[in-house]
């Protein structure tokens, strides 16, 4: 078992350019998060997925959108990328639906946008 | 919506000692407080969970205890080691869709 895989490592990204973040997970759960995370600040939600083809906001949205192409892979998008969506970039997934489940964290992706 | 506070930052301590870390949330409604454990370069790992219908809970060396009342709630590490060095997070989340709202994290150094 990989658990869960993300691609790329690494990606430098100037002003405006667009790009997707890859998430899979061969654990058969049902739920895929995407958290980013900054000095200070912890983890936050960008969006989640309690099952294929459903997606929900959470607390850091704007500027992302997502997609759920089935049960293994939800990806993440960055239609325009800003200097304030430098961070490290982090894909989960749990069992259940919802957040009362523990969550499996892939190793992150390392975005720096100039 | 759920605030989480995590104190300290940053904690430095010598083999063997005890480290505890603390976090308050504020909605009353939270019932679920999972601890994760980051190590450098990687993404971060559940080592213990509490939920809101005990007080305490134990897994060898490390312990988490809650106060409802008081909307905080704590890990304890005791005879600690090097390889406990890491960050550490405390998130906070309820049923009924409550999303899982993380701490800012405290940078764990266990020094030989």
């Known amino acids: 078992n990989a658990g869960v895989t993300q691609t790329p490592k690494f990606q430098v990204l100037k002003t405006g350019q667009s790009m997707t973040l890859q998430c899979a997970q061969d654990?058969?759960?049902?739920?895929m998060y995407w958290y980013r995370q900054d000095p200070g600040m912890g983890l936050r939600l960008i969006y989640y997925?309690?099952?294929?083809?459903?997606?929900d906001k959470g607390e850091v949205p704007n500027g992302y959108n997502v997609s759920r192409l089935n049960k293994r892979e939800f990806s993440l998008r960055l239609e325009s990328a800003a200097p304030s969506q430098t961070s490290v970039y982090f894909c989960?997934?749990?069992?259940?639906?919802?957040?009362?489940?523990?969550?499996?964290f892939g190793p992150g992706t390392r975005l720096t946008v100039l | 919506g759920e605030n989480v506070e995590q104190h300290p930052s940053t904690l430095s301590v010598q083999e063997g000692d005890s480290a505890v870390i603390k976090c308050t949330y504020s909605?009353?409604?939270?019932?679920?407080f999972p601890w994760y454990k980051q190590e450098l370069g990687k993404g971060p790992q559940l080592i213990i969970d509490?939920?809101?219908?005990?007080g305490e809970k134990k897994d060898q060396r490390i312990a988490v205890t809650l106060n409802k009342t008081a909307k905080h709630f704590s890990l304890h590490i005791t005879e600690t080691q090097p390889e406990d060095s890491a960050v550490y997070f405390c998130?906070?989340?309820?049923?009924?869709?409550?999303?899982?709202?993380f701490g800012q994290g405290t940078e764990l150094s266990v020094k030989p």
């Open positions: 509490i939920r809101s219908n005990v």
């Open positions: 997925s309690a099952s294929e083809g459903t997606t």
């Open positions: 989960a997934s749990s069992p259940l639906a919802g957040y009362t489940d523990t969550q499996y």
């Open positions: 998130a906070a989340s309820y049923n009924q869709g409550g999303k899982l709202i």
């Open positions: 654990m058969n759960h049902n739920s």
């Open positions: 909605d009353s409604a939270s019932n679920y």
